[in-house]
Nanobody, 123 residues
Framework: QVQLVESGGGSVQAGGSLRLACAAS????????MGWFRQAPGKEREFVTS????????YYADSVRGRFIISRDKAKNTAYLQMNSLKPEDTAVYYC????????????????WGQGTQVTVSS
């Protein structure tokens, strides 16, 4: 079992930055992948980025590539999402997720989810 707790959401003006954190606890993490997803009102949950815990291999949605950076701190069992050049369309609830195996983009492939944190970007 893996428990995930997100933090770092908030409100920011367009062009600003925020950093989200996802603290993981529970079983060992060496075979985990962690991902960030987001869901805007009235829309389906969508993939943002993911990282394979051991190798650090990461993947990004086209909409955030070049602006968002995923990273992990193995010592702290924490994944981070650095969000730069934020746009109003980035407004959503952001969720951290984990799965055993390599990083993938499919929502249904992740077994563990955090509670979500709101990110609001104003124009």
């Amino acid at each position: 079992q893996v428990q995930l707790v997100e933090s770092g959401g908030g409100s920011v003006q367009a062009g600003g930055s925020l950093r989200l954190a996802c603290a993981a606890s529970g079983r060992t993490f060496s075979s985990l992948a962690m991902g960030w997803f987001r869901q805007a009102p009235g829309k389906e949950r969508e993939f943002v980025t993911s990282i394979t815990w051991n190798s650090g291999a990461s993947y990004y949605a086209d909409s955030v590539r070049g602006r968002f950076i995923i990273s992990r701190d193995k010592a702290k069992n924490t994944a981070y999402l650095q969000m730069n050049s934020l746009k109003p369309e980035d407004t959503a609830v952001y969720y951290c997720a984990a799965r055993y195996g390599n990083a993938v983009s499919l929502v249904g492939s992740y077994d563990y989810w955090g509670q979500g944190t709101q990110v609001t970007v104003s124009s």
